[in-house]
């Protein structure tokens, strides 16, 4: 089991360009979340997957942020056009249907717009 | 979900018990209790989880008080390994997904 894989685990970018973020979830789950990361505050959720569906996805900042999942085993978090107030590092994460089901991380991707 | 207050940091001498307290005095009865960590660079890490039960696994210990309004993360034999920030959770566990809410945790610090 290779766990969660995200991709690319650095990216720099200037304000305005397009940025995508890759997650491979580990196989056989069905839920998959994307979080964001930043030193004032915290771990955030911004949406989350089940079967491929997104649930909710009341956490996404502005319309500038859209994910997809167009198959179980691939999502993209899509931020277009970025500012230096989306630089954080943003985490994406699968877990299994049932009780207590716990959720596995990948390492995450540490984005910079400057 | 209910609210979780934890020490914002600890130290722990390396061999010794590490004990991470979680306070969740409005805790419902179907919320459970959810510790995770996380290690420098890397993303969170699971480690156990509980109900109204104490619990153990190969990683830690977990003991929920009578009242469950609050409970401790028991590392028995901390290493500098276990340097991290550790994350007391309450949620409901149900078939509609475990998305989780993160508060600030507490940073151990693991000493030689």
């Known amino acids: 089991d290779a766990g969660v894989i995200q991709s690319p685990r650095h990216e720099v970018t200037e304000m305005g360009q397009e940025v995508t973020l890759r997650c491979k979830p580990i196989?056989?789950?069905?839920?998959l979340f994307w979080y964001r990361q930043t030193m004032m505050r915290g771990l955030e959720l911004l949406i989350y997957f089940n079967n491929n569906v997104p649930i909710d996805d009341s956490g996404m900042p502005e319309d500038r942020f859209s994910a997809k999942m167009p198959n179980a085993s691939f999502s993209t978090l899509k931020i277009q056009p970025s500012e230096p107030r989306d630089s954080a590092v943003y985490f994406c994460a699968s877990s299994l249907t049932g009780l207590g089901s716990p959720l596995h991380f990948g390492n995450g991707t540490r984005l910079t717009v400057t | 979900d209910a609210k979780t207050t934890q020490p914002t940091s600890m130290d722990c001498a390396e061999g010794r018990a590490a004990n991470l307290p979680c306070n969740h005095s409005t805790i419902s009865g179907n919320e459970y209790v959810y510790w995770y960590r996380q290690i420098h660079s890397q993303g969170p890490q699971y480690i156990i989880h509980?109900?109204?039960n104490n619990e153990t696994n190969e990683m830690a210990s977990l003991i929920i008080t009578e009242d469950r309004k609050s409970s401790t993360l028991i590392l028995p034999h901390a290493t500098l390994r276990d340097t991290a920030v550790y994350y007391c959770?309450?949620?409901?566990?149900?078939?509609?997904?475990?998305?989780?809410?993160f508060g600030g945790g507490t940073r151990l610090m693991v000493k030689p």
């Open positions: 509980g109900l109204k």
């Open positions: 959770i309450v949620r409901v566990a149900n078939n509609a997904g475990n998305m989780l809410t």
């Open positions: 196989s056989g789950h069905d839920y």
